[in-house]
């Protein structure tokens, strides 16, 4: 059983220790030595060399990608755990409850799952320093049962994860609103109960503004009638006892968000996402459906010659033209890929309103950009500023990353070089620099806008794959054949005619 404050626990830790020095000691008191609690022990962690990190699966925390692990928390303990020279491991637990149990049951160092820093918890554990501010926010779906205030939520079916911050918030509303009522549940974390929502399976839930972010483009029906609480605070907890891992982390990350670290990681994973677009996002959820299967074999093996994930060039395509392969523009670039003349000459494109051609096009010119940036721009940030490249030009991109190395960014980082691109549509600016004027924030939201469409993507191909096998179930159990569509286009592209004349491209 926890014990109900730091105080008393630090007392019984410090009285069990003088027993285990004393000469003489009796047998359950060296049964107790021997039973010391090591979860958040620093010196426990360095001898062991490894960091045990509890966390949860999901797109804010901690997931899998392309066989590569990634998230918000997964990288910052990881850095943590580098400076600590141990490796981490981390523990996926299922919600909240579990990850707070396990976190008191000892069987981690720290918990890093996009934790609230709430009065309750801190009566329970220590808390590392905030990395992020989020609000609470009410989220219901559009056309539904929808509250618009404290006080309608008693009119609604409102279900939310149990031992979360938002019960926590809700039992304060309580105070004010005695009528107000709800279910908890461990059954459901919270992205679980945002499609529960978007299924109609419930009318409301709550969310902090992070996870609504992200989600909201995998169910864009979900709409965010108003925040149920002021800003709030992100941050690791630790077990009570482990004062000197509290200090090891606060040092290292005065550090860490200084050098512009925590920075870059935040930009990563949130600052592609743009205000949310209902209806653009609906259109590419269908078109993602309905289109996309007809040139998915051709973006797959466009992708795998040149070393490119097949989804992004697929967002990138979406981008450029919304997989239309006759698009084109007043500037005079066509295409699926949206190639300009000179480019589609250079790269042997000979119909750029031919599909297979056009991609096959992109994905090679997207490679040769990549491969012409300097070898010290590591992914993911090298695959961004291509990306950028592709959109500006290499020389304007070289000249953003000069800005950015006068103004002391890293000229490195995609998140330092997207605050100066924008720069260049300047003159003070733009007239020290090699290749001149240039619409910079255009790259920008380019990039941004590739990213949201290539999140989207893989979360429409992971549940349509989901669907497919519970369908060729379905099939086997009725012994019905199940169809499978052809990923091949069916639309004859059309011949490019004559371009007039062009001083410019």
Not at 261 to 273: M, N, P, Q, T
């Amino acid at each position: 059983m926890a014990l109900p404050s730091t105080a008393r626990f630090t007392m019984a830790s410090r009285v069990l220790w003088r027993l285990c020095l004393a000469p003489i000691a009796l047998l359950v008191a060296i049964s107790g030595c021997d039973n010391q609690p090591t979860a958040g022990d620093l010196q426990t962690i360095r001898k062991r060399g490894e960091l045990l990190i509890i966390t949860r699966n999901a797109p804010t925390t901690y997931y899998q990608h392309q066989d590569e692990l990634e998230g918000l928390e997964y990288d910052l303990a990881s850095a943590f755990s580098r400076h600590l020279n141990v490796q981490p491991r981390f523990i996926v637990k299922e919600n909240i409850s579990d990850i707070l149990s396990a976190l008191k049951g000892g069987e981690g160092d720290i918990a890093a799952a996009g934790l609230t820093r709430t009065n309750g918890r801190m009566n329970e554990f220590l808390f590392g320093p905030s990395y992020q501010d989020v609000k609470q926010q009410v989220v219901c779906r559009r056309n539904g049962n929808i509250a618009k205030d404290v006080q309608q939520l008693t009119g609604v079916s409102l279900t939310v994860p149990a031992h979360s911050s938002y019960v926590e918030q809700l039992n304060t509303l309580r105070k004010s609103h005695p009528t107000l009522n709800w279910k908890s549940t461990t059954e459901a974390d919270t992205e679980q109960l945002l499609e529960r929502v978007w299924q109609k399976e419930i009318d409301c839930t709550v969310a902090d503004s992070n996870i609504v972010a992200i989600n909201r483009r995998y169910f864009p029906e979900l709409t965010v009638p108003f925040d149920l609480s002021e800003a709030e605070p992100l941050a690791w907890l630790l077990p009570p006892q482990a004062d000197d891992l509290q200090s090891a982390i606060n040092s290292w990350f005065e550090t860490f968000k200084s050098s512009g670290e925590l920075d870059a990681l935040i930009a990563r994973y949130y600052d592609h996402i743009d205000i949310f677009d209902y209806v653009d996002t609906q259109v590419f959820s269908r078109r993602s459906k309905e289109v996309l299967p007809k040139y998915r074999e051709i973006f797959t093996s466009a992708a795998a010659a040149h070393e490119i994930d097949w989804t992004l060039l697929a967002a990138q395509a979406y981008q450029e033209s919304h997989w239309k392969a006759q698009a084109k523009s007043p500037t005079g670039v066509r295409g699926i890929m949206m190639l300009t003349l000179p480019t589609a000459r250079e790269l042997g494109v000979k119909s750029r309103l031919d599909a297979k051609q056009s991609i096959l096009g992109g994905a090679k010119y997207l490679s040769r950009i990549r491969n012409r940036l300097p070898a010290e721009i590591v992914e993911p940030d090298r695959t961004w500023m291509a990306l950028a490249a592709y959109n500006v030009g290499y020389g304007h991109l070289q000249d953003a990353r000069a800005l950015a190395k006068r103004h002391h960014k890293n000229p490195n980082l995609w998140s330092d070089v997207a605050t100066t691109l924008p720069l260049l549509a300047q003159k003070q600016y733009y007239r020290t620099v090699k290749h001149g004027y240039a619409r910079g924030r255009e790259p920008v939201r380019y990039v941004n806008h590739i990213r949201d469409y290539h999140d989207m993507l893989i979360r429409i191909l992971e549940n349509g794959e989901q669907n497919r096998l519970a369908s060729a179930s379905d099939s086997e159990s009725s012994g019905k054949p199940s169809e499978k569509p052809s990923d091949k286009p069916s639309d004859k592209p059309k011949s490019e005619p004559a371009p007039a004349k062009q001083t410019k491209q």
